[in-house]
């Protein structure tokens, strides 16, 4: 058995994110447009007395090291088929925000996920691995995937797409995180006594990918939950706003937020971007990333 496995996983930001009235279990039927974005978190799974993680990064001291940790999480629901002990020392070198709503929490459960699997060699499918991820999150399987998918359902149920081309991205870090649950609330909330239509995927949208036309990307992105995050964090529309006014072509809220996504025609432009989002105070920090992103790697 190799002394440690580590495995680097992508975040991701929504591109498309069309969401659909409540289910009678709470979650809600989405059209769920991922792309994996070249930000990454590192886990690295070593055997252990016991099953324990711990967490380096800038924004470290905000990760639950407990039980609730989806990579945690992972390696015991891993263990538990398999009939192992989860007796690893999980490590997780972060650098994909926290609570930001770019999955850097499922993330880890994919990572961990992986590099558990490899340690223990169970011989897990792809499909029971992809199973286990769906169990864990909705999010989780498109970290294990990476690239660009479409998700439906929870967002679980995923279809690879096609990705033409390079698309560049600013992602300005907020202050705080916001609760995932909290905004789902609030957009129940704000759609109550209205009419709430079937989510489905653009058109557009997904030619834009396959095409790899930053210009129609653009035009096309939607976050059916950033009213929401809005609602709880008016503050974001400033964000947004610096951002386009900085030459950003687009700009959204990513997922649940609070993180703000901006769409850029280059590097060169997102780096004006950043910079005008870090001058004006808006953020704690503006990231510079492009996509796609390959999914969980083993290193
Ligand atoms: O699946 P996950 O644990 O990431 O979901 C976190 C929370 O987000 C859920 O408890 C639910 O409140 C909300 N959610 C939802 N509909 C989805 C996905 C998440 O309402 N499709």
């Not at 069309?18 to 709470?26: F, I, L």
Request: proline share 5%.
């Amino acid at each position: 058995m190799s002394a440690s496995v580590t495995v680097r996983v992508p975040a991701k930001v929504n591109v498309q994110l069309a969401v659909g009235a409540a289910r009678s279990d709470g979650f809600h039927d989405l059209a769920n447009v991922f792309l994996a974005v070249g930000l990454y978190d590192e886990v690295t799974v070593t055997p252990a007395e016991a099953l324990r993680v711990t967490c380096s990064g800038p924004d470290a001291a905000q990760v639950p090291l407990d039980a609730t940790n989806l990579a945690a999480r992972a390696a015991i629901a891993l263990a538990g088929r398999y009939g192992i002990a989860p007796d690893v020392h999980i490590h997780i070198d972060k650098d994909i925000p926290v609570a930001g709503g770019m999955a850097g929490g499922s993330a880890d459960g994919a990572g961990a996920l992986l590099a558990c699997d490899a340690l223990w060699s169970t011989g897990a499918s792809r499909a029971e691995l992809l199973a286990i991820c769906a169990e864990l999150g909705s999010d989780v399987p498109f970290s294990l995937v990476g690239g660009a998918a479409l998700g439906v359902g929870r967002g679980e149920r995923l279809t690879p797409l096609e990705v033409g081309g390079t698309f560049h991205w600013v992602f300005a870090v907020a202050d705080g995180g916001l609760s995932t649950p909290a905004v789902y609330r609030e957009f129940d909330r704000l759609t109550a006594g209205t009419h709430v239509p079937e989510p489905a995927a653009s058109a557009v949208l997904l030619d834009a990918l396959r095409t790899g036309d930053t210009t129609a990307l653009a035009g096309a992105l939607s976050n059916g939950l950033q009213p929401a995050a809005l609602s709880l964090r008016p503050s974001l529309a400033g964000t947004l706003t610096t951002g386009t006014d900085a030459g950003a072509l687009a700009a959204l809220v990513s997922g649940s937020g609070p993180t703000t996504a901006f769409l850029t025609e280059d590097e060169a432009s997102a780096r004006k971007v950043a910079d005008a989002l870090l001058a004006s105070g808006a953020c704690r920090n503006a990231r510079i990333a492009s996509s796609p992103a390959p999914g969980a790697t083993l290193r």
